[in-house]
């Protein structure tokens, strides 16, 4: 196979990151600088822990993923962001209290440097929330522009080659797609017009895309989902990517169902209810926010399980999701299932799952990945829908011709086929 044509990744690669401020993004944020530095292991990130088998199995050739594919160098990294609070990024990640004060003083000043932008906020899609660092402008397009705007001169002022945009910010309340989502025009009319359909997460995504960088979607919101973004990301020729990071229980859906159904085990019910101490879990006790939330996390099981060709085994299940916000557990999150399923001649059974984890430690290897793997997109001259980084994402984004594929294990052989396709090797699909 002839080597795909990719750019190289020499020069500065900015990390523009909304929710700058966030307990997700300073955990990813001071992650990467502590791993930089030497001074703790990345673990979770596949760019850079995994390996990737080349050629036949006999060749036995199993180099490291970022030693074979061009990546930028996390040495290059250089990064910004917008918040609704004030507080540098170290502050931030102290008030979050997910890393400790041990591993956050490694990086005290480099963090300390990292003040966010003021940041596009209405108070209409994040109920919980009170932003106040926030922009003001006549309009939403306005606002965009002042987005665009910080955006050039984050480039300029670090003397940046290349940026990657990502959002790590709240839930946005549920926004169904309607006729403003439809197409580029309609988008750009209805931002002028100030329209209540137009949230803050879609107006820092068309600023990207209008300056041709890549944007991914790190959560539930609508923002990038919609014929008209499609349409912009093609026209940019620009990478985007979504949506809901793929971090707990979801992540355990994504391999449980499949093992039900290869197996070809009936499911009868399954209840999910989390705890969530964090930004996040307040953002979430608002029904609006869960509801954009709660779409995300139950459609996993339907599409892998496909009752419409199951119906004995899957055509009559009960699936309810639960967010409780528990301010004690902060950043701990944990996540319990119950499962009822049966098996030969219809004899019920039970699978029990308690899932202690941690939000942002999960969170935060993927951000990295999704930042390097995007900016990778960019240089290879993709654009659009990058289905093939779906394995990160709860609610993998599709258009209106395919389908989403949910099942972790097809998801993972997807990325690194089109890895292998962009270095030139032959794919790979196990048999051999």
């Not at 929330?129 to 984050?154: C, S, Y």
């Amino acid at each position: 196979m002839e080597n795909m044509h990719v750019k190289n990744a020499n020069g500065k690669l900015g990390v523009l990151v909304i929710g700058v401020g966030g307990a997700v993004a300073t955990t990813f944020i001071a992650g990467t600088m502590i791993t930089r530095k030497g001074l703790g292991v990345p673990v979770g990130s596949i760019s850079q822990l995994a390996t990737i088998r080349l050629g036949k199995r006999e060749e036995n050739r199993f180099p490291k993923i970022k030693d074979v594919v061009p990546l930028a160098d996390l040495n290059d990294i250089v990064f910004g962001g917008w918040d609704i609070f004030e507080e540098d990024a170290y502050a931030a990640a102290c008030h979050a209290e997910v890393l400790t004060p041990e591993d956050l003083n490694k990086v005290k000043n480099e963090l300390q440097a990292i003040k966010p932008m003021k940041a596009v906020f209405d108070q209409n899609f994040v109920k919980r929330l009170h932003g106040v660092w926030v922009k003001q402008a006549p309009t939403k397009w306005d606002l965009m522009e002042e987005v665009r705007k910080d955006i050039r001169n984050f480039k300029a002022d670090n003397n940046l080659d290349r940026v990657v945009c990502i959002w790590c910010g709240s839930t946005e309340v549920f926004t169904p797609i309607s006729e403003v989502h439809q197409s580029l025009p309609a988008l750009e009319k209805a931002m002028k017009e100030n329209s209540s359909e137009i949230a803050p997460s879609m107006i820092y995504a068309y600023a990207a895309l209008a300056e041709g960088i890549p944007y991914i979607n790190g959560a539930p919101n609508l923002t990038v989902d919609m014929p008209a973004i499609w349409d912009f990301s093609a026209k940019q020729q620009t990478p985007i990517c979504g949506k809901d990071f793929k971090t707990g229980q979801t992540m355990l859906k994504t391999v449980l169902s499949p093992m039900l159904k290869t197996r070809m085990l009936g499911l009868s019910g399954w209840f999910s209810t989390n705890i969530l101490g964090n930004r996040d879990g307040e953002v979430l006790d608002d029904p609006g926010s869960f509801k954009t939330k709660e779409e995300s996390k139950l459609s996993v099981i339907h599409n892998i399980l496909q009752p419409d060709l199951y119906p004995q085994l899957y055509g009559d299940v009960y699936h309810k999701v639960r967010i409780n916000y528990y301010p004690p557990r902060k950043d701990n999150k944990e996540g319990w299932d119950n499962i009822d399923i049966f098996g030969w001649l219809g004899y019920p059974m039970q699978l029990k799952v308690d899932f202690l984890c941690r939000d942002s430690i999960l969170a935060a290897p993927l951000c990295l990945d999704l930042v390097l793997f995007t900016d990778l997109a960019k240089r290879c001259g993709m654009s659009g829908i990058q289905s093939w980084l779906s394995f990160y994402f709860k609610s993998p984004m599709h258009d209106n011709e395919h389908i989403a594929e949910h099942d972790l294990f097809i998801q993972y052989v997807k990325l690194k086929n089109t890895l292998r396709r962009i270095i030139g090797e032959p794919t790979v699909d196990f048999i051999d």
